[in-house]
């Protein structure tokens, strides 16, 4: 596609309730990232994929958080049991590879937990 | 952490004065890159200096990088009002994920 694409793009959902966040990236990137940013705030790195698999998961806040990434391509960033902490916006980046020097960034998934 | 820290955190200026931001980070890095924020959506990248350079130029912005002091300047001359948005500094350290500072929050007023 043109760019990194994201859905939805705004995400209302009730505390306790499960949310999937997808994302596009560029076609032929192979590495993809998550990102989470809190209001007025700086991004917080989640997980990133190379390929499908994810060498560092680190960054996810806790196990009710898990991402996916099926045939190289488009990733499901998963929230289980939302609470109201997860209110924030979730960006998603791909460049060419790893190591590639540019990510690109789709729009952000802005979800709210009530 | 590796993580950059931009300076200030808000800046307002008038239209057609240059605003500089700054970053400072802590460990040695690759490069070094800007990027801007509009309304809290998706980041744009400007511009990327290598830790092997000292300071770069991309239209109506200047970037410098002093590895000794570990700390990088974002020049944007001559601001105009759509140059209002958030920029975030991110530190590349070879083959770990970029990070990314909290961001200087940029107003230009007309």
């Known amino acids: 596609g043109a760019g990194v694409s994201q859905s939805p793009s705004n995400k209302v959902t009730e505390k306790g309730k499960d949310v999937e966040l997808r994302c596009d990236p560029i076609?032929?990137?192979?590495?993809l990232y998550w990102y989470r940013q809190s209001l007025g705030q700086g991004l917080e790195f989640l997980i990133y994929?190379?390929?499908?698999?994810?060498?560092?998961k680190s960054g996810l806040p806790s196990d009710r958080f898990s991402a996916e990434r099926t045939g190289g391509s488009v990733s499901t960033l998963t929230i289980q049991r939302t609470q109201q902490e997860d209110s924030a916006v979730y960006l998603c980046?791909?460049?060419?590879?790893?190591?590639?020097?540019?990510?690109?960034f789709g729009p952000g998934t802005r979800l709210l937990v009530l | 952490s590796q993580q950059g820290e931009e300076d200030p955190q808000a800046l307002s200026i008038q239209e057609g004065e240059n605003a500089t931001m700054n970053c400072s980070y802590k460990?040695?890095?690759?490069?070094l890159q800007w990027y801007r924020q509009n309304s809290g959506r998706g980041l744009v990248h400007l511009i990327l200096?290598?830790?092997?350079?000292r300071e770069k130029h991309s239209g109506r912005l200047r970037v410098t990088l002093d590895t000794s002091k570990k700390s990088s300047s974002l020049l944007i001359t001559a601001s105009r009002a759509a140059d209002t948005a958030s920029y975030f500094c991110?530190?590349?350290?070879?083959?770990?994920?970029?990070?990314f500072g909290k961001g200087t929050r940029l107003s230009v007023i007309a």
């Open positions: 980046a791909s460049s060419l590879s790893q190591g590639a020097e540019t990510q690109y």
């Open positions: 076609s032929g990137h192979t590495a």
């Open positions: 994929f190379q390929g499908n698999s994810a060498p560092d």
């Open positions: 460990t040695s890095i690759n490069n």
């Open positions: 200096i290598r830790s092997n350079e």
């Open positions: 991110a530190t590349s350290a070879g083959n770990t994920p970029l990070v």
